[in-house]
């Protein structure tokens, strides 16, 4: 026996298992009330009919593949069969299993085809490019998803595991996700062409005998029962895009001079402080 990994965005390395969780998945929403509470109850019901339905590929149902026969569902039941019964469904047996391995794997070439076709291959990502990843499946605190930006960063890539995934180095703010990424997910970054055209961060500015840094906009803000001050506000720093000190985590007790910031961020955003998301 040989162990075979399968992966997310590679369905075809277990396709059968696939498509069996999308038909219980059917099952489950057709027949599942709205607080979706039974669906446990269900489950064992919606295998024994999915198990008892011939399939598109083999043409027979998976208890008949495993028996040789159908489960007989009768309230009386065929008992005391004789020995020579019992070797022609062995023989039976082993016969249907050879025919279904053949089906079963004519159907798999018959899917291969079209799909090796429609493949492209592996982006040749290399480590010390900058990619954009997809934000589609990063959960963050925006209302609308369709408002939200379409792709995150750019980002540094640090070191490649496989040849389909990559590690990247994440900010600090989206620490709690795992930094490796399939290559699916990742988009090279378009280097400047024009020669000369960085804006450098801009210098500090002295506001009552203290260096403080431009602020231009408040993103977000949360509850941390860890720190002495508790409600923390989500920077942007002004002129540094790009950088890994574009954004950060700020008490609130830092920005007595970006009160209007605040203010607005409140009036656009009206919710209570919570937890960061993404």
Known sequence: MKIHFTSGYHPEGDGQTERLNQTLEQFLRVFCNYQQGNWSELLPLGEFAYNNAPGASTRVSP???NKGYHPNIMVHPERELASQRAHEYVVDLDELHTTLHTQLAEAQKCYQGPTDRRRSPAPDFKIG???FVRAEYINTTQPSKKLSEKYLGPFDII?????????IHLPD???AIH???HVSQ?????????PNRTQPPPPPVEINNELEY?????LNSKIDN????????FVHWAGYEGTDEETSWLPETELDHAQELITDFHSHYPRKPGPLQN
């Not at 070191?159 to 590690?167: E, K, L, M, V």
């Not at 990742?186 to 024009?194: G, H, P, Q, V, Y």
């Not at 860890?226 to 506000?233: A, D, E, V």
């Open 63 to 65: 208890f008949f593949a």
């Open 129 to 131: 490019e900058q990619v």
């Open 159 to 167: 070191a490649r595991p496989g040849t389909h995934s990559i590690t």
């Open 173 to 175: 703010h989206l620490r």
């Open 179 to 181: 930094p490796v990424f």
């Open 186 to 194: 990742l988009e090279l970054a378009t280097l400047n062409l024009i």
């Open 214 to 218: 431009e602020i231009s906009e408040i």
């Open 226 to 233: 860890r720190r002495r001050c508790k409600l923390l506000y």
